[in-house]
């Protein structure tokens, strides 16, 4: 039996396609339940500041970045949203003088407009904010050289050669957006063989860096969070880093404020993860086949499932 439509766009998988049980049963976790939601491979933390929590992100890149040599490359790969870790990385760096030049990162994904990828003129290109708010930032004689620094485009060999050229990704960042992605992994659309049941979880995590067409939610989401609401300001379609290169980080990292996911999904795929449900409508939960998971919240931003008016 075909499974139900989704609530949101009758056309795509996604969460909403899930059964009413495994709904109810994340959205009844409180913030204690979140914390015990931990298991082996997969670990849940708290922070009780924003403060703390976007330091805790940054050390992330400095952890990585202080382990590499040019013998042994080390990189991380990083996330737009969030991004108020970016200065913090770069002042960091500067007030300890720390040699970076031999550190390596990789941006997640960019946008996908008129045939190739957003300029980085484009006040919404990703690799733009990163070097605006990062690696402008360091001091020349700190920072890593631009080969250091890979950023997918519309010709994805290069992108994609990158993470089999030697350098060792220590940690995969993520944020989560509303449609439960990483990235720009979206649940993709229910048309063709995919008509009555998503992909097979391993047949989804075959997928490597791509263009792809984003689902409804995303779009809107990126809107609210980047573009004042202008749904016509943001493109269709993007650059997505792929489950194929996450894998071959030894460690990804989720990193939830409250501001981009809802209460619900900051729950939903914790737990779908806890108890190794991978389902592609929800790609996130997909990272319960991941061997080190970590999910990091800020205690404030949890908010309540519970129905109240406004």
Not at 28 to 54: H, I, N, Q
Not at 82 to 94: D, F, G, K, S
Not at 152 to 174: E, I, L
Not at 240 to 258: D, H
Request: proline share 7%; glycine share 8%; charged share 20%.
């Amino acid at each position: 039996m075909p499974r139900k439509l989704s609530s949101i766009s009758p056309d795509w998988w996604d969460y909403t396609t899930l059964d009413a049980d495994l709904i109810e049963a994340a959205a009844r976790l409180t913030p204690r339940d979140l914390e015990r939601l931990s298991r082996p491979g997969f670990k849940v933390v708290m922070y009780d500041t924003l403060a703390d929590f976007y330091l805790a992100e940054a050390l992330e890149y400095i952890t990585a970045w202080r382990q590499s040599t040019a013998d042994n490359p080390v990189g991380i790969c990083g996330p737009i949203g969030p991004t108020e870790q970016l200065p913090l990385v770069a002042r960091i760096v500067n007030a300890l003088g720390l040699d970076v030049r031999a550190g390596h990162f990789w941006g997640m994904d960019e946008w996908f407009l008129d045939g190739t990828e957003m300029a980085v003129t484009h006040p919404l290109s990703f690799e733009r904010a990163d070097r605006e708010m990062c690696f402008n930032r360091i001091e020349k004689k700190l920072r890593m050289a631009d080969d250091h620094l890979h950023f997918p485009k519309a010709d994805t060999a290069p992108y994609r050669r990158s993470w089999d050229a030697g350098v060792r990704c220590a940690v995969m960042q993520g944020g989560q957006g509303d449609v439960k992605h990483w990235a720009f992994n979206d649940p993709p659309q229910r048309t063709g063989k995919y008509k009555d049941a998503p992909p097979p979880p391993a047949e989804y995590l075959k997928l490597a860096t791509r263009v792809v067409k984003l689902h409804p939610l995303t779009v809107a989401q990126n809107a609210r969070t980047s573009g004042g609401g202008n749904i016509a300001l943001v493109p269709t379609m993007a650059i997505s880093v792929g489950p194929a290169e996450t894998w071959k980080a030894e460690k990804v990292s989720i990193w939830q404020a409250g501001q981009h996911d809802n209460p619900f999904g900051q729950r939903l795929t914790a737990y779908m993860i806890s108890k190794r449900l991978a389902d592609s409508a929800v790609p996130m939960s997909l990272l319960a086949l991941h061997p080190n998971v970590q999910f990091n919240y800020y205690r404030g931003g949890l908010g309540s499932c519970a129905v109240e008016m406004h």
